[in-house]
């Protein structure tokens, strides 16, 4: 089942900072469920990916391979394929992206085009909630990723403080010491103080991405409005035909 794509999302770096994020396929690959890299060579990476079906769990194995980058542009061409590990279903992608700037170069939105084929058991569901998915876990890639960048720039700034609070306190310890050894000349009976400086807080761990993505839970609104309409069209013609047969006997005893 082939298809094509549409998306975009928005970080809160610069374009120049997004740039670098966005190939940094080791740091950013646990923003997206399911993922999981095993090598990457500056050119291809090499991973799995789980994928659950109700009761089900698929994991792909393959490659991703960077076709084009060119920075002046900032446009990024990856070709992924992959195959079940245990079946025969295949999986194979063209993701085009491109980052521009927003918020006055504060932010960057990153626009992507997809060209994909899917083969065997989740292409059961059919192209349009294979879309929807597609939609779904481009948004949670792009929240994961934003938490992330914004709690690596939490920790930055924590330690930018921390480092600004330990020459502060460096100073302020030389200058007890300079005061102490005043006090505590010839006769003085006055004790040396003691001066304790408190560490700064650690940055909260990055939030662990899902294991699988489960795409029962991501494609279920998509079956109730596909599904509903369907059983409601059935009852109807249930009703239908069951009062044409009362019609019929009735007409057929008079």
């Known amino acids: 089942m082939a298809m094509e794509m549409d998306h975009s999302f928005t970080v809160p770096v610069p374009p120049d900072r997004a740039w670098d994020v966005l190939l940094d396929v080791e740091r950013i690959a646990p923003c997206m469920p399911g993922a999981t890299v095993e090598e990457f060579d500056g050119e291809v990476v090499t991973g799995r990916i789980k994928v659950k079906v109700g009761p089900v769990s ?3 194995r393959g490659t991703a391979k960077f076709t084009e980058r060119d920075p002046d542009a900032r446009v990024i061409v990856l070709e992924a394929t992959g195959k079940e590990t245990r079946g025969a279903g295949t999986a194979s992608a063209t993701v085009r992206a491109m980052l521009e700037p ?6 960057t ?3 992507m085009h997809t060209t994909m084929n899917v083969t065997g058991r989740p292409a059961q569901f059919g192209r ?3 879309v929807e998915v597609g939609g779904k876990l481009v948004e949670q890639f792009a929240r994961n990723l934003s938490e992330l960048i914004s709690s690596e720039g939490a920790a930055s700034a924590s330690g930018a403080a921390s480092a600004g ?3 502060a ?5 030389a200058g007890a010491a300079a005061a102490t050894a005043e006090a505590t000349g010839p006769g003085s009976t006055q004790p040396n103080p003691t001066v304790s400086v408190a560490s700064a807080p650690s940055a909260p761990p990055a939030q662990a991405g899902e294991d699988s993505i489960n795409l029962v839970r991501l494609v279920g609104p998509a079956i109730l409005k596909r599904v509903v309409p369907a059983v409601l069209a059935a009852i109807g013609l249930a009703l239908l035909g069951r009062r044409f047969r009362h019609r019929s006997r009735r007409d057929t005893g008079s």
């Open 169 to 173: 306190a460096d100073s302020a310890e």
């Open 128 to 130: 349009g909630v294979m």
């Open 109 to 111: 939105k990153a626009s």
């Open 58 to 60: 698929l994991t792909y």
């Open 165 to 167: 609070d330990g020459a």
């Open 102 to 107: 927003e918020s006055g170069g504060q932010a």
